[in-house]
């Protein structure tokens, strides 16, 4: 997977891959961290930003941002997100749950090519607490 996305195969980038990248999935560069470090001990905290940086870059990865912190998404699929405030989780809102999206009369005349939200708030599990 890695060399069909133009990327030379090491031991940090497999075990980032193989952590990631099975199954879709949202981290963060530092759970990644704290959870390859066990198994890892070498590794640093900016081998994994410059290997999560490389695998968005090769479309393995997309990005996003929620309260500032930034969030990889093994799930390369356009899809919004829903992100409890309290307890963090997010979840994937897939593109059938989506209504179609109004195109805002200020970007009339752009060619938009990616419309991405992100819904916040409380987690059923939260709300009832
Ligand atoms: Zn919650
Ligand atoms: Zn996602």
Redesign the pocket.
């Known amino acids: 997977m890695l060399r069909s996305h133009g990327l030379r195969v090491t031991p940090q980038r497999l075990a980032v891959a193989a952590l990631i990248l099975p199954k ?1 999935m ?1 981290v963060t560069a530092r759970m990644v961290y704290q959870t390859l470090r066990e198994t890892h001990p070498a590794i640093s905290m900016n081998t994994i930003y410059l290997t999560l940086g490389q695998f968005e870059s090769s479309g393995l990865l997309q990005r996003f941002e929620i309260n500032g912190t930034t969030v990889f ?1 093994s ?1 390369t699929a356009a ?1 919004d ?1 829903a992100c409890c405030s309290r307890c963090k989780a997010i979840i ?1 809102l897939s593109p059938q749950q989506q209504e179609s999206p109004q195109q805002p009369h200020a970007l009339a005349r752009w060619h938009i090519d990616r419309e991405q939200r992100i819904w916040s708030g409380l987690c059923p599990n939260c709300a009832k607490q």
């Open positions: 879709p949202h998404d799930n899809h997100h994937d």
